[in-house]
C-alpha cells in the first residue's frame, strides 16, 4: 500500500511547491528549480520505493550532521557530549544567542554551532576525516561516486560569514582547539556534500534497525547509540520547529537547508524527501507536506 | 521478564533517593516522606505489575495537565491551538520570560501558562469542569476514591505568587477569558489531584493504545489525537529538559513536582512511577533512574 | 528670553499632536482631549513662567516615582537600594522579563516593579504614607488642593493585571514584604495624582537647588541626594528611551503615561511640560518636541 | 583647591589598586604593573594639574572610540545613525546577543560592534584614516610622539576572536561595507593607540568646552554636535555600568579595558585618570574610586 501512496505523492504536493522559498543565502543552492520532488523509503528488509526526482542529487546541507554526529560517536565515544549540549532550542540553528547565554556550549549537536564542535572533535581525531567520512558514505550506500561539491562549498565559504561568525565566537570560549580556518573549511564541505534521495534512504537504514545496517550485517554503532541518535533527531532534528514537526509526523528527522528531509521509522524504513523551497525553518514545505501525507495515510508514526 | 526487572526497581533505585530534593515551595507537598518509590505497569492486554508504594496516593501536579489536555480536545478540538503554541522551551516551567517573548502566548500546552489557557477554555466550555474533570478519571481508572486534596490547593493558593503572576499575565494579553482568580482556582484545585502510580498507570493506559482504552474498549480520543498528545509529551513533557529525557529513556513522558512521572510505551505499556525527591529541572531523580534502568534492560525505547 | 520661546510653544508643537496615541490601557486616561500642551518654567530665584494649558490638572502617573522616590531617600535612606538595582534596561517600563532575568531585583526605581518596591519599603515604613507623600507634595508647592483621583486609580486596579503580575511576581521573590493587594492599591493611589505643569515645576524645584528648596529654605534632601536623584532622573527617567532622549535634551528628565514631562535644569529651572499623545515608549510627543525647541535655541544643556 | 585633592589621590586610592584585576584577554596587556595609577586634568582656560603616573603611555582601548566618534562626525555627520543605535545596553562590551536581537544594528557606538561600525564607515571615506585620526590626535594634543602600539594590535588580532566574530557578524546582515579583515585591522590598530593621562585630558579638552578647543580656538565640532557626543559618553561610556557610574560620578565618561578613564565636565575641565586592575564590567576600580573622591570633595557633578 505505501508504495502506491509513495508513486502519488509528487502529483499531491505540486500546489505545496509554491509555498516555500528556495535557500538563497547560500549563492551555489539559489540556482535550483523549485519545482524538484523526490521521495525514496527503503525498508529494513531491503526493499526499496520511490517517486519523482529520487535519483537527483542535492545538497545535503545539514542532513549531514547525522552522518558526523555518527562518525563522531564511533571516533570518540561519549566525549562528545563534553562540549555540546542536549538542549532545546527556541532560535533558527544559526542563531548565535544561545552560545552565549551557555558561555559558549552549543545547545545540541544539529545547530550550526554544535555541528563545528563535532568536526572540531573529528579534526583533531584524523586531520583527513572529511575524506574518510565520504569513505564511510560510499560504504552504507555502496555509491563510490557521491563526493562532496566543491563549487558549494567554495559558494558557501565567500558567503557564510554568520557561520565564521558563529566559529570565531566558539573559538573566543576555547571551544574549538583546531584553527578556525580549518574548521569552517571542513564544516562547508561536509554541507556540500551532494546525495539523493535513494543514497540518503538508504545510507541511513541503520538508524532504523538498531545500529545495524541489515543488509550488509555490518553494526555501524550500538543499539544504544542508535536508540540515542533516533532521540537527537526527533528532539533536535527540525531546530526549534521540531515540537510541531513531531506533532505533525511522530517521526524523528532531520532537515536540510538543500530541501532534503530524512526521516527514520525505527525498525521498519529510512525515508528521504527532498524539494527545495522552504519555509521560515528552513524545512522543505512540500517535503513536510508529503511526510504528513504520509504518515496520516499509514501506520508510521511511533506515537 | 519486565515484572522481575520491576520488583528489583525499589533497592537499586534507593542510592538516587538521597540526590534529589522534595519540592519545598509549596508547603503542603514539603512534609512528604522523601524515601518513598512505587512503580506500576499496564500492559495494553491488560496486565498489571507493580512494586514499592504503588498504591500510595501522592499529588499529581503537572500530570494532570495531561488530563486536562485530553479533556480540552474532547470538549473544545482544535481551537486549543489557538492560543496556545506547539513550541519547545529552554526555561522552567514557571517562567513568565517566554510568555512576554511570544505576547502572551504559552509555548505550549504543558508550561504553568499553557495549562492556565486549557483550564480558562474548560472553564468557559463548562463552569464545573473540574468535577466532570474527576468523574472522567474515575471512569478511566475504575476507581471513584481518586479525589482532589483541597488542603494542598489551598496551600498553593496562598503562596501561589508565581503562578497569579503568570495568570495576571496573560490576563492583561487577553488571553484568558474568564476572571483570574477563577482560573487560578481550578488551576490549583486541578494540580491537588491525588492519585496512586496504579491510579495513573491505569488511567493513560488509551494513549498506548491509539486512544482507545482496551479494557472498556472507550475510544476516548481518536487515533490521531493519540498520536499527537503523545507527541507534546514526548517534545514537552520535562519542560526544558525533554531533550535529556528522551535521550536517556526514548519514551513520551509527563513529570510533576509531586515527584510522579508518567511515560507511555506506544502499543504496549502505560507506566508511572514516583518519588518524591527532584532534579533541578523538578524531574523525581530515583523516578528517572528507574525508567532509565527499566528502558536499558528492556527494549521499551521506541527509538 | 526664555519666555519668548515658552509664549510661541503651544503654537510650535501644535504639529506634533497628532503625532501621538493618548494612552488607552487605563480607561480613565484614554478620555482625555488629545490636543492639551502646557508648559510651566520655576527659576530657582523663584520666578516663573507658562503657558498654554499649564494650570490644567493631569494624571502625573510615572512622574509621581521621582516623589515617591525622594520620600524614601528621607525616610529609609540608602537602605532603598538593597532590593532595587541601578541599571540601565532595554525593556518597556512594564516589563517583566528583567525582574525574572534579576531574580526579582527590579532593574531601577523607575521600572514599575521598582516603583512597587519602593512602595512596599514606604509601607512598612508608614502604613498611611500615601496620605503623608500628599502632604508632603502640598509643602512642596503650597497648594493644598492636590489630590489623588480616585477614579483613575479604580480604574487602573480594574484593568491593571499587567501590574498585578508585577507584584506577585515580586512576591513570589519575596521582595516584597507586604501584602500584594496592599501594594497595590498604593501603587495606583500614588500613579493618579493629579497636578498641574506649574505645580509639578514648583514641587521639583529643589532638585534643581541641590535639595534645598529656594523659596521656603527647606533642604529635602542633602546635595549628594539630590545628585543622585537627578542621575536617576537622566539615566532611568524614560526607561529604554533614556539614551535618545539624553541625546536630545541632554537634561535629567520623567515621563508619565499622562503625558507629562519634568526635567530638572540643575542650579537653573525646574521645567514640567504636558501633552498627552505619547510615542512608543510612553512619552509625550509634543512635550519631547517642546523640550527640543527648547533646550536648541537656549543653552539648557547641562553637556 | 582641587590641585591638593590631586595631588592626594595617589596615596588615596591605594588600597584599592588590589581589588581589580589586569584585563588578560589581550596579552600584551597582561603584563602591565597593575599599581599604577596617574590623573590629569586640565581646565578650559588651559592650566593642568596631575600626580602620580600621569605621563606615563598606556593603552587607551575603548576610549579611541570617542575619537573615531568625533572623527566620523566631522567625517560623516548624522549618516553615522544610519547604521548604529542610540540605544542603552545590560550586556558586556563585547556582547554579540543585542547584535542578533536587533538583527545587525549595533546598540551604540561605544559597543564593540557599534565601534566596527564606525570604522567601516570611516573606511569608506577614506582609506587611510587611521593614520589621519592619529594626525588629528597630534593635533589636538599638540604631542606629535603619540602613536600606535602595532604589538598589541597584533596581539589582539592574534587573540581576538570574539571581536572576529563580532565582525563576521555584522558582515552577515551586511552592516559592514568593507572587508571583514580589514575593519578588524583598522579596528584593533585604533584600540593600540597609546597615550598618556595627560594626552588624552588635553585631547578631548574641547569637549568640555562646546566643541571649540578653548587653546588653539579650533572647533572640532559644534556646539549641537558636542552636547551630543557628551550625551552619549553620559549614556553609553561605560556600557551596563553607566546606570551606576553616573549615579557615583555625576559625569560623562568613557572607560577603556587599559584602565583609563576619561570624564568631560562641561564648562570646566577634562580629566583622565589611569590605573590597570579593572571591576567586572571593564572599568579601572582605582580610576573611578579617584572620579568618587574628587567628585564628592569638589562640586564637579553636573546634576
Known sequence: MIQSIIRELPEKVRPYL???????YIPALSVIAPDKFGIAVTTVDGKT?????????????????????????????DRIWE?????LTTKAFNAITPIEEAEGIPRNPFTNGGAMVIVDMLLSHDRNFTQNLLTFIHKLTGNS????????AESEKLTGHRNAAIAQFLKSYHILKNDVDDVLTAYFCLCSLSMSCEDLSRALLFLANRGLDPLTESQIISSQQCRRVNAILMMFGTYEASGDFVFRIGLPGKSGVGGGISVIVPRKY????????????????AGLKALEFLTEQTDLSIL
Chains 1, 2, 3, 4 share one sequence.
Open 49 to 77: 520505493c520511490y517517486s519523482g526526482d529520487s535519483r537527483e542529487k542535492f545538497s545535503v546541507q545539514s542532513i549531514v550532521k547525522v552522518f558526523s554526529l555518527v562518525f563522531a560517536i564511533r571516533c570518540v565515544g
Open 83 to 87: 562540549h555540546v549540549g542536549r538542549k
Open 270 to 285: 529510512s525515508i528521504t524527501v527532498w524539494s527545495p523551497p522552504l519555509d521560515e525553518f528552513g524545512t522543505s514545505v
Open 145 to 152: 561516486f557521491i563526493a562532496y561539491d566543491f563549487s558549494v
Open 18 to 24: 509554491e509555498l516555500g522559498k528556495v535557500a538563497d
